[in-house]
């Protein structure tokens, strides 16, 4: 996977594009005019040099528009020399979308398509800085720096919306935006439901140890979906859709018992639980019972 993923970062690395170079110098004549016929004279011409200034420009692309959690993005940012003047040393900082995070180790850079290594990178949250100390950026020339960031489940919540911003001592920093669209993919409507049916001794609506579950109970969804618990008296329901959800114990899959009454919490005395489950989250709904007329007590 490391092996594939260097080879695209390698192969999104473009070739560099010539551009012209700021012109510093500048010619200077004088002229005037006497006598009564105003005839013209001229100076001779004197050419100088203005002292050059370096001005850095940037751009950010990726190799897709839009992608889902569990993604891999690639991000080009390319970053040129618009000046005059050397600029150096570089400093790169990236502000990633919510959600998304930096893979370590995956960076690549190169200058006029040779490959230079920054000398530090500093992820912090959502946030990666590329520190390229010994580098000097000549005029025309340009710095293409190629990472990989992986979607979260948390990117669905942002906006998908990045700036990166490059800057270097005495120059004014220059910043490009990025907006990746965010697929909401089977992560957005889903979540996942686990719960327990077991046997309350002490009506507090907890299982404590030596209080069993019970196996082979029926759970009916608001959804139609039917759940039967295991030996342990687990349960639990995948790509389940987001918001609010009911589930009903079915008694009579229960011969013997009834739904234990709760000394905590009233809302827990009905055989049916809602949970408000968030997108790709996760929620609990329990079910305690207790023998009917003492059946089953130890």
């Not at 970062?9 to 170079?21: C, H």
């Amino acid at each position: 996977m490391i092996a594939i993923l260097v080879s695209y970062l390698l192969s999104y690395l473009g070739q560099p594009v010539p551009v012209s170079q700021a012109q510093t110098m500048v010619t200077n004549q004088a002229g005037a005019a006497f006598g009564p016929d105003r005839t013209p004279l001229s100076s001779n011409e004197t050419t100088f040099q203005i002292p050059g200034q370096a001005a850095l420009s940037i751009t950010k692309t990726a190799d897709r528009a839009a992608a889902e959690p569990g993604d891999v993005v690639l991000y080009r940012l390319l970053i040129q020399n618009t000046g005059a003047a050397v600029a150096a040393p570089i400093t790169i900082a990236d502000q990633l979308p919510f959600g998304l995070t930096y893979v370590n180790n995956s960076v690549r850079a190169a200058v006029e398509g040779v490959s230079v290594t920054p000398s530090a990178v500093t992820p912090d949250g959502n946030r990666v800085v590329f520190q390229f100390d010994g580098l000097s950026l000549s005029p025309t020339q340009r710095l293409e720096v190629v990472y990989a960031a992986l979607l979260t489940p948390d990117a669905i919540r942002g906006s998908g919306q990045n700036v990166a911003q490059v800057s270097a001592p005495g120059i004014p920093p220059a910043a490009a935006v990025f907006q990746l669209t965010i697929r909401a993919g089977i992560l957005s409507d889903c979540g996942t439901i686990i719960g327990r049916v077991f046997v309350d001794k002490n009506f507090d609506g907890e299982q404590q140890p030596g209080e069993a579950g019970v196996p082979n109970a029926v759970i009916f969804m608001d959804d139609g979906n039917r759940i039967i618990t295991d030996p342990e008296g687990l349960f639990s329901v995948v790509n389940v859709v987001s918001g609010n959800r009911v589930g009903t114990l079915d008694l009579s899959s229960l011969p013997g018992y009834t739904l234990a009454p709760n000394l905590y919490r009233i809302e827990n005395n009905s055989q049916s639980r809602l949970v408000r489950l968030a997108p790709g989250g996760l929620a609990r709904m329990n079910f305690a019972v207790t023998p009917t007329f003492g059946e089953g007590e130890s």
